[in-house]
């Protein structure tokens, strides 16, 4: 089979797709009453996009029809490794793909989603008709981590189905208690190549709709360990379990395989294994099922997980999984840490994968401002939410990361509340807590404590600095001092600078000079040692930081002079110095704001 050509664009809500087209204004609340304490204009109704339940069952149905006749491997994953577009192999050896396994639970591993695929062409004739299957990983509520040859060349949002919360494949109409979601979007690591199956083979959908199980992160850039010869790691997956049948497994599969060293695959593998952005694991095959544990067709793109994190997804391995000598071949988490991340905490607000910007001007007219991407003047046409006054602080953050973004805002009497899609209809506010009034600064850069949850940082009245975990339900745990003397500082940014799988912390002194706080995954000590990125930042009166607002999976950094220019400073991935690249003029007349998300 071929990768289907046809693609349809991408569902946005009703709502934010009208509002898209037509810049029309979102339906403001009525006036307050005085006294009252002052909420945001409700957003119209937002309707979940894609596809119906019955649709997305037919879709499972397809998928399943498919595995039967032994037509699962997704298409873009056929080319042999080392082998031209369309030319077959010379070896003839690489085929992407639980041999040797035993059965595993759900509840051992709830994070596990299937992901399936169907599309009949829109004719009658079924000969056309293309169905496939892969594994993937929860890593959000609504993001599912699994292998770019799963997805490179396909339209999941038409065609696509992921099922989770069952060990069992689907048996007609019978999901086994698991549940359904469509697929929102699908982003694909742009380094990837699918003639090579090199360049980091991962992928990330974002659903439509918020699953409720639990969810596994992927291994940070700073993890050695769990890459270190002979650690322990477990796969999933339904692929085949046998050589010599094309049947994959009805029930999900784990087995456990050391971990290699680079020079295992390369040994066996040649140049076909690219050190670095693969990772090498298991025992040589036999050359037969007995004496074989290996992932096998129908496993692509489930995790190897290490120590409680993803070290890799399954890629490749050898034709039929059991040649001997043979290691399995995974893409190595730890490599696109940064990349990915980006993909699972955005803040896109409406739904195009490219961060947004909210802005609220001293008259209390509040605005969103949509990206463009990496093109001038980076931010689209504005859209009107009403009046916002009254509130003394407003930052925008997927705090329950189920893709639909939150609005944290603080009234007047310092309560802080959590402005969120509330799953069906509507956004609702959720109280979080009095007192806020004593903070300065709020701000939400990510997820600083290492739980993949989103954080909050405070800064207080005396200069102390305080992390507050996010919950991943709009609330917050105790908090946690990060420490003193922080008065004379501005504190801002979002995302992961420098590239290393954790979110940072971007803060300006006294004197005019712009501090990167590399976060260190954990809650305490919550930032590292600080890396100066440059001096001369006391011209700007505002920063604003949405996070990737480019698309390229690096988080940038919005900035106000005096004059009320806005400037972009492009992230790089690189700390100290090379952070940013040099600013790029947005445009004038931001100085009429007094407030960004």
Not at 279 to 291: F, K, L, R, V
Not at 319 to 336: E, H, P
Not at 421 to 431: A, L, P, Q
């Given at each position: 089979?071929?990768?289907?050509s046809?693609r ?5 809500p ?19 009453a005085?006294g009252?304490?002052?909420v ?13 339940q019955?649709?997305?069952?037919e879709?499972?149905?397809?998928s399943?029809a ?11 994953a ?21 041999i040797?396994g ?49 997805v490179?060349g396909?339209d ?7 099922l989770?919360?069952t ?10 208690g698991?549940r ?14 699918p ?7 991962l992928?990330?959908?974002?659903l439509?709709?918020?699953l ?6 992927p291994a ?8 270190a010869?002979?650690t ?16 994959i ?7 456990t395989v050391?971990m ?21 694991a298991?025992?040589?095959?036999s ?6 544990v ?8 489930g ?15 050898v034709?039929?999984?059991v040649a001997?000598?043979?290691y399995?071949?995974y893409?190595?988490?730890?490599s ?7 993909r ?8 195009d ?10 008259g209390?007219?509040?605005?969103e ?5 990496d ?13 916002w ?11 329950n990361?189920?893709?639909y973004?939150d ?14 899609f509330?799953g ?6 959720i ?7 004593a ?22 009245k005396?200069g102390v600095l305080?992390?507050y ?8 745990g ?5 420490g ?5 500082y ?26 990167l ?16 990125v440059?001096g ?8 604003a930081t ?6 390229d ?5 919005l ?7 806005l ?13 940013f ?9 931001w ?7």
């Amino acid at each position: 089979m071929t990768p289907t050509s046809r693609r349809t664009h991408l569902v946005l809500p009703a709502a934010a797709a009208a509002l898209a087209l037509s810049g029309a204004v979102l339906s403001a609340a009525p006036a307050q009453a005085s006294g009252t304490v002052p909420v945001p204009p409700r957003p119209a109704a937002t309707l979940q996009p894609g596809a119906s339940q019955a649709e997305l069952q037919e879709r499972i149905q397809g998928s399943g029809a498919a595995l039967k006749n032994g037509e699962a491997t997704p298409p873009a994953a056929q080319p042999e490794a080392g082998a031209t577009a369309g030319a077959p192999s010379p070896s003839g050896t690489v085929d992407p793909k639980i041999i040797g396994g035993k059965d595993a639970t759900i509840a051992e591993a709830p994070w596990m989603v299937q992901l399936h695929y169907y599309d009949d062409k829109g004719t009658a004739d079924t000969s056309d008709d293309e169905g496939y299957f892969c594994g993937g990983t929860l890593v959000a509520p609504a993001k599912v981590l699994t292998a770019a040859h799963c997805v490179y060349g396909l339209d999941w949002a038409a065609n696509g189905a992921v099922l989770g919360g069952t060990a069992q494949l689907p048996d007609g109409g019978d999901l086994h208690g698991g549940r359904v979601a469509g697929v929102w979007r699908q982003w694909v690591n742009p380094t990837y190549r699918p003639s090579t199956i090199s360049g980091g083979d991962l992928a990330v959908l974002t659903l439509t709709d918020a699953l409720p199980y639990k969810t596994l992160q992927p291994a940070s850039s700073s993890d050695t360990a769990s890459y270190a010869n002979g650690t322990p790691a477990t796969v999933y997956g339904w692929g085949r379990t046998s050589s010599t049948s094309d049947d994959i497994s009805p029930t999900l599969q784990k087995a456990t395989v050391p971990m290699r060293s680079d020079a295992a695959c390369t040994g066996y593998w040649g140049s076909d294994f690219v050190p670095g952005q693969m990772a090498c694991a298991g025992y040589p095959a036999s050359g037969q099922d007995e004496g074989t544990v290996s992932p096998c067709n129908g496993d692509s793109g489930g995790p190897l997980v290490v120590n409680g994190r993803i070290a890799g997804v399954v890629s490749w391995g050898v034709t039929d999984c059991v040649a001997t000598g043979a290691y399995g071949v995974y893409a190595k988490t730890s490599s696109y840490a940064g990349e990915v991340n980006a993909r699972i905490d955005d803040s896109d607000l409406d739904f195009d994968g490219l961060a947004d910007l909210f802005a609220r001007t001293s008259g209390g007219d509040a605005f969103e401002y949509y990206s463009l991407g990496d093109r001038w003047p980076y931010l689209a046409d504005r859209v009107s939410l009403g009046d916002w006054s009254g509130l003394s602080l407003v930052r925008q953050a997927d705090l329950n990361r189920d893709f639909y973004q939150d609005y944290l805002y603080r009234a007047p009497d310092g309560v802080l509340y959590d402005f969120a899609f509330n799953g069906d209809d509507r956004y609702e506010s959720i109280r979080i807590g009095g007192g806020w009034n004593a903070m300065k600064d709020i701000r939400v850069p990510g997820d600083l404590s290492g739980d993949a949850l989103p954080d909050l940082v405070a800064k207080d009245k005396d200069g102390v600095l305080w992390l507050y975990p996010g919950k991943g339900n709009g609330l917050f745990g105790t908090r946690v001092r990060i420490g003193g003397g922080w008065s004379a500082y501005t504190i801002t940014g979002k995302g992961d600078y420098n590239r290393d799988g954790k979110a940072d912390l971007l803060a300006r002194d006294g004197s005019g000079v712009l501090w990167l706080y590399p976060g260190t995954g954990k809650a305490s000590p919550a930032l590292g040692t600080r890396i100066k990125v440059g001096g001369g930042w006391s011209v700007y009166n505002a920063f604003a930081t949405a996070g990737d607002v480019t698309g390229d999976g690096r988080p940038d950094l919005l900035a106000r002079d005096t004059s009320g220019v806005l400037w972009l400073y492009k992230g790089t991935g690189s700390a100290g110095t090379a952070t940013f690249k040099t600013r790029i003029k947005v445009g004038g007349g931001w100085g009429a704001f007094n407030l960004f998300g």
